[in-house]
């Protein structure tokens, strides 16, 4: 992997020749310096003495005061699209009925930095209104969480592949759907990696693109825009987002309503549910075919019923949050299924959130039980605090206590 690193061409990062600071958009700057300030408070003062070509320069956009493709994609006036070509840097909004027959449409060009707005307005973000179910689900909300909405737009600019000279479409489906697409293959090879890591990938695409869309606050490097993705419509109860990686192209559909009143029933009654069992419940609902190790796991928690291909969520489920209210008295079930890291993080995350604090002692008491059989107890104690000061180092948690007494806050 390191050596291939060292042979990619990172499109974003090129000199555009013949393309001057007079090619970029004032107003466009003008946001940039505002969202960086937001984003660096500490050099805030320090920025507004920098004039336009230091401050292109330190924040990663040109690069010794020369403009690269970078800087014409998120800074460049319309007229300036030119110099891209043959890359199409457009962004394609399209309305479209129940029958998928267009209604209306909208295209914007650079400056990409003010494009993401005005595609955003374009979309139609009515409420939704809950069926009643006793008081398990609110009245009405927002179809989509504007997070998830920014989040899409933002990756497909971030990640597209402009050698193909294709464009980014945003498709706003009146079945209630938004549907995003962009040209170029999935680097990370699978979301569920993507979920699984949540972190970031070892590689760019477009390398230069990404980090000054970082510091532009137009996306996050850290690896976790995707998983927040499924969270915000996990915590709707409305299916998690579906990729489509096929043709050498990512697609990403939104749905802003609820699809199976049993899953939005299950995730509502079971707040504290693994991510991981919901991505496959998620694919019950949708009909999406499960492995044969999958359906016995969901099986075994009578999450779901019948057999292939009529497989379904249980209505019977009203019971299964006691399995995941304290999950350090179901050693059993959860040795039957070792976790990952990112799960035991989920579980140490949620405690201290539900506790306001917790000692190590509560944390060894919580994660002792549920690590594999085959660790030793010392073994246990050190991945524990392992998990602990990785925990601490990104910034999740914070030690109010003393070294040798700590008292673990959420961040």
Not at 88 to 93: A, E, F, Q, S, T
Not at 123 to 150: A, H, M, T, V
Not at 369 to 390: A, V
Request: charged share 30%; aromatic share 10%; glycine share 4%.
């Amino acid at each position: 992997r390191i050596r291939a690193q060292t042979t990619v061409n990172d499109w974003s990062v090129a000199i555009v020749e013949g393309a001057t600071h007079a090619d970029l958009d004032e107003t466009a700057i003008g946001k940039a310096r505002e969202v960086f300030k937001n984003k660096f408070p500490d050099k805030a003062a320090e920025a507004d003495e920098w004039d336009d070509v230091q401050f292109l320069n330190k924040a990663k956009i040109t690069v010794g005061g020369k403009i690269t493709r970078t800087a014409i994609l998120l800074l460049g006036k319309e007229e300036s699209e030119h110099f891209l070509s043959p890359a199409d840097p457009k962004i394609r909004w399209i309305l479209k009925d129940a029958n998928n027959i267009e209604k209306d449409y909208a295209i914007v060009s650079c400056p990409f930095l003010l494009a993401v707005d005005r595609i955003y307005r374009k979309i139609r973000n009515l409420k939704y209104r809950y069926i009643k179910d006793g008081s398990l689900f609110p009245d009405e909300i927002d179809q989509y969480e504007p997070y998830i909405i920014r989040e899409a737009i933002n990756n497909c600019i971030a990640h597209q592949d402009y050698a193909r000279g294709g464009r980014i479409n945003v498709v706003e489906m009146e079945n209630e759907q938004l549907v995003f697409t962009n040209p170029g293959t999935f680097i990370p090879g699978s979301v569920e990696k993507v979920i699984r890591q949540d972190a970031p990938d070892e590689y760019y695409r477009n390398k230069f693109l990404a980090t000054a869309m970082f510091n532009l606050k137009m996306v996050d490097t850290m690896g976790g825009g995707i998983k927040k993705m499924f969270i915000y419509q996990k915590d709707r109860f409305f299916p998690l987002p579906e990729y489509d990686l096929s043709e050498e192209r990512v697609k990403v559909t939104v749905t802003g309503k609820i699809l199976n009143m049993d899953y939005a029933r299950l995730l509502a009654r079971t707040p504290s549910l693994l991510l991981h069992d919901i991505i496959l419940l998620d694919k019950v609902q949708k009909n999406k075919e499960l492995t044969d190790a999958e359906e016995k796991y969901l099986k075994e928690r009578s999450f779901i019923e019948g057999e292939k291909p009529d497989l379904h969520i249980s209505k019977k489920n009203g019971d299964i949050q006691e399995l995941y209210r304290e999950p350090e008295q179901n050693a059993e079930y959860l040795q039957n299924k070792p976790l990952d890291k990112q799960q035991y993080f989920d579980l140490i995350l949620k405690n201290i959130g539900e506790r306001r604090s917790m000692t190590r002692k509560d944390i060894d008491a919580l994660l002792r039980n549920i690590m594999p059989d085959h660790l030793s107890d010392e073994q246990k104690k050190n991945r524990i605090m392992n998990l602990i000061q990785e925990l601490s180092r990104i910034g999740k948690i914070t030690n109010k206590g003393s070294r040798f007494s700590p008292e673990w806050f959420l961040s």
